[in-house]
């Protein structure tokens, strides 16, 4: 009898250690379901980051829009320098997401530059319209679509695009091998 009192009472003193001695243990250990849990961490992990490239996101939007404005703003200052007789080389870098990877045709319209300025451009038959550009490439903004039978005359010429002005006084670029010159 003895023996079985000392066995019982063996068994409540190990609970009562064990419990003393896992609730010490567990003090330093993180509320689980916590931010700091490391089995939940990776969650508030990808939600900060998230949230993160979100903001980045709508700071790089903002910053789109200042630089197009930004881009309009040094066009239109360009068209009054050229309107006043200034010649003057557009900007042509604008913002974009993606870099279009663009080819300019190797053909020329069969006139030397020197006798092109001052002549009129029309749009070639085969298009019923074409882009009037904020500089002399294919990546550049489009001003607007300039109608068949619209006369634009040249009063530059640089590379295989010709700058032009409207009858309406609109000014921009547009390219060689898309109109004829007469």
């Known amino acids: 009898m003895r023996l079985r009192g000392f ?15 896992g ?12 931010s700091a849990d490391p089995v939940v961490s990776k969650s508030y992990v990808d939600k900060a980051l998230e949230e993160r490239v979100g903001e980045l996101e709508l700071e790089v939007a903002e910053i789109t829009v200042q630089a197009q404005a930004l881009q309009t703003t040094i066009n239109e200052l360009q068209d009054k320098l050229n ?3 200034i010649k003057t080389t557009p900007t042509t870098s604008t913002p ?7 080819t300019t ?15 009129t451009a029309y749009i070639k038959s085969s298009n019923n319209y ?5 500089g002399p490439s294919t990546d550049t903004n489009t001003i607007k679509q300039v109608q068949k039978g619209e006369a634009m005359k040249i009063f530059e010429v640089k590379d295989q695009w010709y700058h032009v002005e409207l009858a309406d006084k609109t000014v921009g670029w547009v ?3 898309i109109v004829d010159v007469k």
């Not at 609730?23 to 379901?33: C, L, M, N, S």
């Not at 045709?105 to 002549?119: D, E, Q, R, V, Y």
């Not at 074409?130 to 904020?134: D, I, K, T």
């Open 130 to 134: 074409v882009n009037l550009r904020s």
């Open 105 to 119: 045709p190797s053909t020329t319209t069969g006139t030397t530059t020197g006798a092109t300025i001052g002549k």
């Open 83 to 85: 309107k006043s007789g």
């Open 175 to 177: 390219a060689s091998w």
């Open 23 to 34: 609730k010490t243990v567990d003090a330093g250990a993180p509320e689980p379901g916590s």
């Open 7 to 21: 066995i019982i009472g063996g068994a409540i003193l190990s609970i009562i250690v064990g419990f003393v001695v």
């Open 96 to 102: 974009s997401t993606s870099t279009p990877s663009t």
